[in-house]
């Protein structure tokens, strides 16, 4: 039998081992899908080999540590600057990241888009980024701090700071920030975000599980929304035909049923 796991901190919540092991069972896959809570990312490749695993996903907060110790970076993984899945090849430790195409096949066709505003700018906005720019979509990125702007705008993104947002329309408003989660916060300014979402196609919400201000928001302002399930599912599939192949749609489809099942199977 064939040991997988998902490594952060925290990672109690992680909803990987659900959909994974939901995966396992639907094709009688011979593996077990598990978390582990790892506290010191310098040590991701010694716990993944004292454990035998065949693969892992890494999450938060160690993406670049996963990055840092593969032994071969996918150009993907390497364009974003942080690995969130390792496959196995013989014995060498391959670095992947399935978000950004994950955030594409969630939304596809991302061409039905013009031009997206993006707010935020942590590790989930730069792998979409990356999945709006290869698909030829203008893009917008506007943070609260201007730290963390510098790759966006070096990959092509126009760059702002949330007390001077960009002013014109946008066809994708996505919310990259964790505002909402725990709290009643909406990641920009409420009337300037009415206005983008007044007149955007689509709002978007990385965020799954909960429905945030932001997508409450744009329901009012009569935007079709959408929030991060799918992205989930799809990140998770990719990484399964990373692991063990298959066709990552059904596979995907297999995971959000996962994700449907009653709150006690998690
Ligand atoms: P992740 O990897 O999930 O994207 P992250 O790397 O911690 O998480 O990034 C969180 C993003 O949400 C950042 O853009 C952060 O802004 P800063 O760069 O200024 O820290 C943004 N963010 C978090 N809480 C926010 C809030 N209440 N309002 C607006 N932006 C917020």
Do not use: C
């Amino acid at each position: 039998m064939k040991l997988l796991a998902v490594m952060g901190d925290p990672i109690a919540h992680s909803l990987s081992p659900l959909m994974h092991n939901f995966v396992y069972r639907q094709n009688a896959i011979d593996a077990v899908y598990t978390r582990l809570r790892v506290e010191n990312g310098d040590n991701l490749r010694e716990i993944f080999k004292a454990h035998n695993l065949s693969g892992a996903n890494i999450t938060l907060p160690h993406k670049e540590a996963a990055f840092a110790q593969a032994d071969e970076i996918s150009s993907r993984a390497k364009k974003i600057g942080a690995v969130n899945t390792w496959a196995k090849q013989s014995d060498r430790l391959i670095g992947h990241n399935t978000d950004a195409d994950g955030f594409a096949a969630a939304i596809a066709p991302l061409d039905a888009f013009k031009n997206a505003l993006m707010i935020g700018a942590g590790g989930a906005a730069r792998a979409i980024a990356i999945a709006l720019i290869e698909a030829g979509v203008e893009l917008a990125v506007v943070n609260r701090s201007e730290a963390r702007l510098e790759f966006f705008a070096q990959n092509g993104a126009k760059v702002f700071v949330a007390k001077n947002p960009p002013n014109q329309r946008f066809d994708l408003v996505i919310n990259a920030t964790s505002a909402g989660l725990k709290d009643d916060e909406t990641p920009l300014d409420k009337s300037a975000l009415e206005d983008y979402l007044s007149s955007a196609k689509m709002a978007y919400d990385a965020i799954y599980g909960v429905e945030t201000p932001f997508l409450r928001l744009a329901k009012l302002r009569g935007a079709e929304t959408k929030d991060g399930e799918d992205m989930l599912a799809f990140q998770g599939a990719i990484a399964h035909s990373l692991f063990f192949g298959g066709d990552v749609a059904a596979i995907a489809a297999q995971m959000k049923s996962a994700l449907r099942l009653p709150k006690s199977w998690r």
